[in-house]
């Protein structure tokens, strides 16, 4: 069975990647020429070069013997509206398209969206697989119309769409970002509730969505299963790392000015971005996933402490924190 992923040699991407190759899967991994293959270069995978948002390309990457399609390319951060819609919702048409065009017999197609794509409730409400959409961000929208591109095929092909709360794990810098404040012995935080899931059980979630028989579409909700608040998650983070903090609380009213002035001072720091503040002044973000746990059998395995003290330690071990 040939397996082709989008995004393969990125932060979620390799991690599964490795998962599969391990399990003997034939892996097909579309890259890009100036990718940075350090995670998957050793790999016993097939690396095939080529943009999701070239038609073109696409069309030759897919012309045989691909069973499963794992789109997990994505844009999380982008200066303008069209930076997110070309990579999150033009290239999903391409890939539709790509298949039709060399008619493709796709056993399963699997994209990873997120809850974004749903927006979030109030505090102390959940975030289901039938709550209604109601993005706040560009990122959420345009996660929100790559899903509705791909429902549309659920009948010519099994579609299942895997919903990511915040993952964190080795080799992730979006929320690296958030953790080199501590360096500075600041500690920021603000109201609001997540959910958030280890990349590990994110794998594990996969390999499940790959190996069971779903009803097309299936929808489903991902994370560790807990609630956590900001305050508790940088509690956590500061004994694992050892550091005597400072407590900041970001008024959420001043998270747009605080976003613009990190933003300029520091411009990796992408978990405060302007778009993403759209999302942070939401009170909730935890999504229910009873229904994974269900259909899926996706049992977490990783507690918030575990998987930060693996993800922290990574950072320091690689020098990235």
């Given amino acids: 069975m040939k397996i082709f992923v989008t995004g393969a040699n990125g932060f979620i991407g390799s991690h599964i990647v490795e998962k599969l190759a391990a399990k003997g899967y034939n892996v097909k991994a579309l890259v ?20 999701i948002t070239n038609f073109a390309s696409l069309c030759e990457n897919l012309k045989k013997d691909v069973d499963i399609i794992l789109h997990i390319a994505g844009a ?18 391409n890939l539709i398209d790509a298949i039709k065009f060399n008619n493709l017999r796709i056993k399963k197609f699997i994209y990873f969206s997120s809850i974004a794509a749903v927006g979030g409730v109030k505090f102390n409400r959940c975030i289901t697989e039938d709550t209604i959409p109601n993005p706040v961000s560009w990122y959420g929208e345009t996660k929100r119309k790559g899903e509705e591109l791909i429902l549309k095929c659920s009948k010519q092909f099994p579609v299942v769409i895997l919903r990511l709360s915040a993952v964190y794990g080795p080799r992730d810098r979006d ?18 509730q997540i959910s958030l899931c280890f990349v590990k059980d994110v794998v594990d979630a996969t390999i499940l969505a790959i190996e069971t028989d779903l009803p097309s579409p299936s929808i489903f ?23 005597k903090t400072i407590p900041v609380k970001i008024p959420l009213k001043f998270l747009d000015l605080t976003a613009k002035i990190i933003h300029n001072l520091f411009s990796d720091m992408s978990i405060i971005s302007p778009d993403k503040v759209k999302e942070l002044k939401e009170p909730c973000w935890v999504c229910d996933i009873s229904k994974a746990r269900r259909e899926l059998n996706f049992n ?7 998987g930060l003290k693996e993800t922290l330690n990574w950072y320091r071990e690689v020098h990235w924190l």
């Fill in 221 to 243: 909700n991902i994370s560790d299963g807990n609630c956590y608040t900001i305050s508790e998650v940088s509690k956590v983070a500061e004994i694992i790392l050892g550091y």
């Fill in 32 to 51: 890009r020429k100036n990718s940075n293959l350090q995670w998957i270069k050793n790999l016993p995978i097939e690396i095939s070069y080529g943009e």
């Fill in 76 to 93: 999380t951060k982008g200066r303008t509206y069209n930076d997110y819609f070309n990579v999150n919702v033009a290239s999903m048409k």
């Fill in 300 to 306: 977490p395995k990783y507690s918030i402490i575990a």
């Fill in 175 to 192: 929320l690296l970002s958030y953790f080199k404040f501590f360096k500075y012995r600041l500690r920021l935080y603000w109201d609001g």
